[in-house]
T-cell receptor
Framework: DAGVTQSPTHLIKTRGQQVTLRCSPISGHKSVSWYQQVLGQGPQFIFQ???????GRGNFPDRFSARQFPNYSSELNVNALLLGDSALYLC????????????FGPGTRLTVL | AQSVTQPDIHITVSEGASLELRCNYSYGATPYLFWYVQSPGQGLQLLLKYFSGDTLVQGIKGFEAEFKRSQSSFNLRKPSVHWSDAAEYFCAVGATAGGTSYGKLTFGQGTILTVHP
């Protein structure tokens, strides 16, 4: 079975630009969560979407937004990029909203110059 | 709010030696607990998880972890380390009740494991 997939693998942007990252969950999983992992730190929770609705939001500015589509895939958008947004962005899927194991994709490495 | 502390940033062991990685959590009730492993530039792979029941849980690659409620700990162990175990290890806690934190994982800072031949 295919695991969680993310695209693109790597991305280079300049300050002020906008970026869209994509995630496809494991087949049958209804929940997608996004995490930001800055070099040398553990992942930080950004959003959770379950059944196409936002169910949780971490401590991130409004420049970060996301959505989930009817096929449960998801996009993470970041506007007005800052140098500090450079990180590995991880997507995780699970069957249920909570109390369930989250399976992670390989991540998208975003570099902001 | 839930939190996780991994006291050891970097651990070095010899191949064949035993390993214990420490994890302490803060949460108001019995949490869901996870250990993930990450190779450089890669995503996170689940090693094992604790939801309820037996406090000693077995995972993949010969790893095990023990949930100790009295110590708020969930330490990861392996009796004999292989060179391929070199990676970064993350402990995570998930909320068990409803509310805005339900479904959110909170991770520790990670422990980098180096294995000497």
């Amino acid at each position: 079975d295919a695991g969680v997939t993310q695209s693109p693998t790597h991305l280079i942007k300049t300050r002020g630009q906008q970026v869209t990252l994509r995630c496809s969950p494991i087949s049958g999983h209804k929940s997608v969560s996004w995490y930001q992992q800055v070099l040398g730190q553990g992942p930080q929770f950004i959003f959770q979407y379950y059944e196409k609705e936002e169910r949780g939001r971490g401590n991130f500015p409004d420049r970060f937004s996301a959505r989930q589509f009817p096929n449960y895939s998801s996009e993470l958008n970041v506007n007005a990029l800052l140098l500090g947004d450079s990180a590995l962005y991880l997507c995780a899927s699970s069957y249920d909203r909570g109390g369930d194991t989250q399976y992670f994709g390989p991540g998208t490495r975003l570099t902001v110059l | 709010a839930q939190s996780v502390t991994q006291p050891d940033i970097h651990i070095t062991v010899s191949e064949g030696a035993s390993l214990e990685l420490r994890c302490n959590y803060s949460y108001g009730a019995t949490p869901y607990l996870f250990w993930y492993v990450q190779s450089p530039g890669q995503g996170l792979q689940l090693l094992l998880k604790y939801f309820s029941g037996d406090t000693l849980v077995q995972g993949i690659k010969g790893f095990e972890a023990e949930f100790k409620r009295s110590q708020s700990s969930f330490n990861l162990r392996k009796p004999s380390v292989h060179w391929s175990d070199a990676a970064e290890y993350f402990c995570a806690v998930g909320a068990t009740a409803g509310g805005t934190s339900y479904g959110k994982l909170t991770f520790g800072q990670g422990t980098i494991l180096t294995v000497h031949p």
